[in-house]
């Protein structure tokens, strides 16, 4: 995989014009940036926006993060096959029988779409996990944890932290996908997120895609900023 095929450009906008405005940069190019398109813009935008991407090229990640009963999540995975996206979002603590019904949907559906399993959180920290949420331990142990009920379960990868993604590699398969949030470039700040890499750590620990939202879209020059990015993960590709 090419170095701008890792990253995956997290579009939160608050409506159509601002990820447009940003999209125009790669109206005539043969490679589009994969995007993940959240709840801020899905909501505002609805779902004939998303397909229309797709049809222009764009890979796209639509990432509503369900979290329910077996049945409702399934339903829910089932309408959101049919937009043909490239990959979707599902939450671990949801259980086995959610995922598995999940998968189920998603592989009846036939688009071909990939089911990720969000494991913590990477705005989740051991204090938090330990006291707020009452489950001990480390998040790195939580995460392997999440990740093999989700490798069990026949989903095709996780979101966690790149410093989690070499050990969910090593305690799944190294096929099974490890999909990155909480990158920040160095000196960056690190917002809500804490449990952050940079671009180029993140794929040294083994990260299949990284997905990074405000250090692009906020910056000055985003398309600079995307630029710098992948640079950064092509010379420790070709390390
Ligand atoms: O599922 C996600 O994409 C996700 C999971 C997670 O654990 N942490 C996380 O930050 N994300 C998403 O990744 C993006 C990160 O955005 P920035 O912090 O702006 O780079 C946001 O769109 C989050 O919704």
Not at 21 to 43: C, E, M, R, T
Not at 159 to 173: D, H, L, N, P, W
Not at 193 to 209: H, W
Request: include cysteine.
């Amino acid at each position: 995989m090419r170095a701008e095929e890792r990253v995956i450009i997290a579009l939160d906008y608050p409506g159509a014009n601002e990820a447009e405005q940003l999209l125009q940069a790669w109206a005539f190019s043969q490679n589009k940036p994969f995007i993940k398109v959240g709840y801020q813009l899905f909501y505002a935008v609805g779902p004939e926006w998303v397909v229309k991407r797709k049809q222009e090229g764009f890979p796209v990640f639509l990432d509503l993060k369900l979290h329910d009963i077996p049945n409702t999540v399934a339903k829910g995975i089932e309408s959101l096959s049919r937009f043909g996206v490239d990959l979707l979002t599902i939450h671990a603590c949801g259980g086995r029988a959610m995922l598995e019904a999940a998968k189920e949907a998603c592989e009846k559906a036939g688009a071909g779409t990939r089911l990720l399993v969000v494991t913590q959180l990477t705005s989740t920290d051991r204090k938090m996990l330990n006291e707020e949420l009452g489950i001990p331990g480390s998040v790195e142990s939580s995460v392997i944890r999440y990740a093999q009920l989700a490798y069990r379960a026949g989903v095709d990868g996780v979101i966690c932290s790149g410093r989690e993604s070499g050990m969910v590699k090593q305690a799944t398969s190294n096929d099974f996908l490890a999909v990155t949030p909480g990158i920040r470039p160095a000196h960056a700040e690190a917002q809500d997120q804490k449990r952050v890499l940079t671009p180029g750590e993140a794929i040294q620990s083994g990260a299949d895609y990284l997905v990074i939202g405000r250090p692009i879209t906020r910056a000055t020059d985003p398309i600079a900023a995307f630029e710098a990015i992948v640079k950064e993960i092509k010379e420790v590709l070709e390390e």
